[in-house]
């Protein structure tokens, strides 16, 4: 009797040197034209080596692994059920930068927008009742350096609350570094702290981008990065960097001297992150946006020069490189919210505003300019835990970004390592579920995809890649 074989639902997109498909278990192959068109016309039943190559990773009915594929599909979800583990507590909206993207809101005029050391306190309390063992509390702003009082005692009152819950908790304050000084500096590195301050590249371009009446905000966020830097043991290298940069339209002339700024000061790594049209950003996208496949030209560009750099024998990182990859070849989810599925709002991370509001995630806080509470869950004063996480707000998110969802998903190839972020649609299309096919969310997605898997395509790129599988959990 002759033996049937049939496909489970895949997708798939060319890249360089054949046509990717993939399924919903994350396995995935490059076919050349040949192997491609057998797929298509049934042929590969007569073909043994394709079929091998199809059985192996989940594609023919008939030869499923069962056990194996359902551990490779849990690796790829394994954070959708931990509960919360990003807490960010924005301790006030005053900033002394008038940065052209702030995503947060518009500086100045904000006196009254600085969070107590009471709210602060309700803000870890809820932290602390999520499930996840493992959490991070960060500070942001504005410029969370203005409101250092409370945040020096939330530290304080984080690690000593920990002693009796004996999370794995991280506490990371994110500043541009103006306000920085030796003691302030002095007690975040001694109780663990540490500093995420925003690099957009060299000093023209730094400053084009963050404007700061104070000077040059390169030059003070560079020397208290060096200072960081040269606290770290043993000469190794961050790879998942203290810096984080954000590409605007001036940005895209320049990858290769951006990603040189962050190798020279001793970075290990850079995220090359697009701008998103969320708060301020989006009332001045005509003059600091740009289309998605500029972004996806510019980002190209960064990755090829990254990895020269590693083929002479130096470790530097992409992080959206490293993200896909473990992705890809290891079946694990490395926690990077804006690409899971569900995505990461109420599920995954908490924000809790100065006046003690808490929302699905940042860029929901900074939904309308902060003057939008669609993405509102409560507030630390009125609501449990349990409230805030089965809010509508949180529903909606996990319904907007779960893929499954999303019918322009379902059999798209690179559905079993992308996200979607409700706030994004929301913002520029108003509705939480959007239209992913004409959205720039799904176009940039895309452009990074396609260039990290035709890196991964070629043997020495991959090499170099799979070395960066060890990026930290974030």
């Given at each position: 009797?002759?033996?049937?074989?049939?496909?489970?639902?895949?997708?798939?997109?060319?890249?360089?040197?054949?046509?990717?498909?993939?399924?919903?278990?994350?396995?995935?192959?490059?076919?050349?034209?040949?192997?491609?068109?057998?797929?298509?016309?049934?042929?590969?039943?007569?073909?043994?080596?394709?079929?091998?190559?199809?059985?192996?990773?989940?594609?023919?009915?008939?030869?499923?692994?069962?056990?194996?594929?359902?551990?490779?599909?849990?690796?790829?979800?394994?954070?959708?059920?931990?509960?919360?583990?990003?807490?960010?507590?924005?301790?006030?909206?005053?900033?002394?930068?008038?940065?052209?993207?702030?995503?947060?809101?518009?500086?100045?005029?904000?006196?009254?927008?600085?969070?107590?050391?009471?709210?602060?306190?309700?803000?870890?309390?809820?932290?602390?009742?999520?499930?996840?063992?493992?959490?991070?509390?960060?500070?942001?702003?504005?410029?969370?350096?203005?409101?250092?009082?409370?945040?020096?005692?939330?530290?304080?009152?984080?690690?000593?609350?920990?002693?009796?819950?004996?999370?794995?908790?991280?506490?990371?304050?994110?500043?541009?570094?103006?306000?920085?000084?030796?003691?302030?500096?002095?007690?975040?590195?001694?109780?663990?702290?540490?500093?995420?301050?925003?690099?957009?590249?060299?000093?023209?371009?730094?400053?084009?981008?963050?404007?700061?009446?104070?000077?040059?905000?390169?030059?003070?966020?560079?020397?208290?990065?060096?200072?960081?830097?040269?606290?770290?043991?043993?000469?190794?290298?961050?790879?998942?960097?203290?810096?984080?940069m954000t590409a605007t339209k001036l940005s895209l002339k320049y990858p290769e001297e951006i990603v040189e700024t962050y190798r020279k000061i001793g970075?290990?790594?850079?995220?090359?992150?697009?701008?998103?049209?969320?708060?301020?950003?989006?009332?001045?996208?005509?003059?600091?946006?740009?289309?998605?496949?500029?972004?996806?030209?510019?980002?190209?560009?960064?990755?090829?020069?990254?990895?020269?750099?590693?083929?002479?024998?130096?470790?530097?990182v992409e992080r959206n490189a490293a993200i896909v990859a473990r992705k890809a070849l290891k079946k694990e989810d490395p926690n990077f919210l804006d690409?899971?599925?569900?995505?990461?709002?109420?599920?995954?991370?908490?924000?809790?505003?100065?006046?003690?509001?808490?929302?699905?995630?940042?860029?929901?806080?900074?939904?309308?300019?902060?003057?939008?509470?669609?993405?509102?869950?409560?507030?630390?004063?009125?609501?449990?835990?349990?409230?805030?996480?089965?809010?509508?707000?949180?529903?909606?998110?996990?319904?907007?970004?779960?893929?499954?969802?999303?019918?322009?998903?379902?059999?798209?190839?690179?559905?079993?390592?992308?996200?979607?972020?409700?706030?994004?649609?929301?913002?520029?299309?108003?509705s939480p579920w959007g239209d992913i096919v004409t959205g720039d969310w799904c176009k940039i997605q895309k452009g990074i995809f396609s260039a990290v898997?035709?890196?991964?395509?070629?043997?020495?790129?991959?090499?170099?890649?799979?070395?960066?599988?060890?990026?930290?959990?974030?």
């Amino acid at each position: 009797m002759k033996k049937t074989m049939s496909l489970m639902p895949f997708g798939f997109a060319p890249v360089t040197g054949g046509v990717l498909v993939s399924n919903d278990f994350g396995g995935w192959l490059v076919l050349d034209g040949r192997e491609f068109r057998s797929l298509k016309d049934g042929s590969f039943a007569r073909k043994k080596g394709l079929c091998a190559k199809l059985a192996r990773r989940g594609f023919i009915k008939e030869r499923l692994d069962f056990e194996s594929l359902g551990q490779d599909m849990g690796g790829l979800h394994r954070h959708s059920f931990g509960g919360p583990s990003l807490h960010i507590l924005v301790v006030t909206l005053k900033c002394n930068h008038a940065c052209v993207y702030c995503r947060a809101v518009k500086a100045g005029g904000f006196e009254k927008a600085v969070m107590s050391l009471e709210t602060a306190k309700k803000s870890i309390d809820m932290a602390f009742s999520s499930p996840n063992k493992n959490i991070v509390i960060e500070f942001q702003g504005g410029e969370a350096l203005i409101n250092w009082p409370v945040v020096r005692n939330a530290i304080l009152y984080a690690r000593k609350k920990n002693t009796a819950y004996d999370k794995n908790l991280e506490i990371s304050v994110v500043t541009n570094l103006s306000l920085m000084d030796e003691e302030k500096f002095s007690f975040l590195t001694g109780h663990g702290a540490g500093v995420c301050a925003s690099l957009d590249g060299p000093a023209f371009l730094h400053d084009a981008n963050r404007r700061y009446a104070g000077g040059s905000s390169h030059e003070k966020t560079l020397y208290w990065l060096k200072k960081a830097l040269s606290l770290k043991h043993g000469g190794e290298k961050d790879s998942l960097p203290s810096a984080l940069m954000t590409a605007t339209k001036l940005s895209l002339k320049y990858p290769e001297e951006i990603v040189e700024t962050y190798r020279k000061i001793g970075l290990g790594g850079i995220f090359l992150r697009p701008l998103s049209p969320i708060g301020f950003a989006r009332s001045v996208w005509g003059d600091i946006g740009y289309k998605s496949e500029e972004f996806g030209s510019f980002y190209r560009s960064a990755l090829e020069h990254i990895l020269r750099l590693n083929r002479r024998g130096e470790r530097f990182v992409e992080r959206n490189a490293a993200i896909v990859a473990r992705k890809a070849l290891k079946k694990e989810d490395p926690n990077f919210l804006d690409l899971r599925s569900p995505c990461g709002g109420a599920i995954g991370q908490l924000a809790y505003n100065w006046d003690g509001g808490v929302y699905t995630c940042d860029e929901g806080r900074m939904a309308g300019f902060g003057r939008d509470d669609f993405f509102r869950l409560g507030s630390v004063y009125k609501n449990s835990y349990q409230e805030i996480i089965s809010a509508p707000a949180a529903r909606v998110c996990a319904l907007a970004s779960c893929l499954e969802n999303q019918s322009a998903c379902s059999r798209c190839a690179w559905k079993p390592f992308c996200g979607v972020c409700p706030v994004y649609n929301y913002e520029t299309q108003g509705s939480p579920w959007g239209d992913i096919v004409t959205g720039d969310w799904c176009k940039i997605q895309k452009g990074i995809f396609s260039a990290v898997f035709d890196a991964l395509s070629k043997p020495s790129s991959r090499k170099i890649i799979e070395g960066w599988l060890d990026t930290t959990d974030r």
